[in-house]
């Protein structure tokens, strides 16, 4: 059964409809007694770092996702989500995350290193670049996916990155992990074949550890 958590500033339909195309039981919620019962937590988002923040510090949410991430059940950060589950954003002022990952969250420039424009958000497909190994690349090949988003992810640790796409000469990093924890910086649910597959393989991970235990 995944969790999602429930803050006010998830994309909840295209998240819970893409779990129901794969026949994966879940429920939605913002309360910690019923999150921490799941077999794996899902943390979408859109919209603002600090405003997601705020809203998770405000009913509690924060510490329930460190709470469930320390029992070792997979958690995954999709999008705005992703971003959360690191040290700290930029946008709107500095602002404390999860601190679940080391890293921190940056605004695109908009200009490449030899003073080129270009546009701000990053919005269409890229082709992802696995740089790493990672249990949701499971029967995955490199393939495209929809990014949506200004800011994106510089990690303290590349160990972290374990997918990347380019966006003029900046390297987006599309998907971390380290232990339990996952994030995707684009949106898998509107990602086709591969999107669907990489969500896939996370609730069957949440599944074989659910029949491990």
């Given at each position: 059964?995944i969790?999602?958590?429930?803050?006010?500033?998830?994309?909840?339909?295209?998240?819970?409809?893409?779990?129901?195309?794969?026949?994966?039981?879940?429920?939605?919620?913002?309360?910690?007694?019923?999150?921490?019962?799941?077999?794996a937590?899902?943390?979408?988002?859109?919209?603002?770092?600090?405003?997601?923040?705020?809203?998770?510090?405000?009913?509690?949410l924060?510490?329930?996702?460190?709470?469930?991430?320390?029992?070792?059940?997979?958690?995954?950060?999709?999008?705005?989500?992703?971003?959360?589950?690191?040290?700290e954003?930029?946008?709107?002022?500095?602002?404390?995350?999860?601190?679940?990952?080391?890293?921190?969250?940056?605004?695109?420039?908009?200009?490449?290193?030899?003073?080129?424009?270009?546009?701000?958000?990053?919005?269409?497909?890229?082709?992802?670049?696995?740089?790493?190994?990672?249990?949701?690349?499971?029967?995955?090949?490199?393939?495209y996916?929809?990014?949506?988003?200004?800011?994106?992810?510089?990690?303290?640790?590349?160990?972290?990155?374990?997918?990347?796409?380019?966006?003029?000469?900046?390297?987006?990093?599309?998907?971390v992990?380290?232990?339990?924890?996952?994030?995707?910086?684009?949106?898998?649910?509107?990602?086709?074949?591969?999107?669907?597959?990489?969500?896939?393989?996370?609730?069957?991970?949440?599944?074989?550890?659910?029949?491990?235990?």
């Amino acid at each position: 059964m995944i969790g999602i958590v429930d803050y006010g500033m998830g994309n909840l339909f295209s998240v819970s409809k893409a779990l129901e195309r794969l026949d994966t039981p879940y429920f939605i919620s913002q309360f910690k007694d019923g999150l921490m019962e799941a077999d794996a937590l899902l943390v979408p988002g859109v919209g603002s770092f600090r405003d997601a923040m705020e809203a998770l510090n405000r009913t509690g949410l924060t510490r329930t996702i460190r709470d469930f991430a320390a029992t070792g059940k997979p958690v995954l950060g999709i999008c705005l989500g992703m971003q959360l589950l690191f040290e700290e954003s930029t946008e709107n002022g500095l602002t404390k995350g999860l601190s679940l990952l080391p890293g921190k969250v940056e605004r695109f420039s908009g200009k490449t290193s030899k003073g080129e424009s270009y546009k701000v958000p990053h919005m269409g497909w890229n082709k992802l670049r696995f740089t790493g190994e990672s249990p949701l690349f499971n029967g995955i090949a490199e393939d495209y996916v929809y990014f949506v988003h200004s800011y994106y992810v510089k990690a303290a640790d590349p160990d972290v990155l374990v997918a990347v796409g380019d966006y003029y000469d900046v390297e987006v990093p599309a998907i971390v992990g380290r232990g339990n924890i996952f994030g995707m910086q684009f949106h898998p649910e509107k990602s086709s074949e591969m999107g669907m597959g990489l969500l896939r393989n996370f609730t069957e991970l949440a599944a074989e550890r659910k029949a491990k235990l």
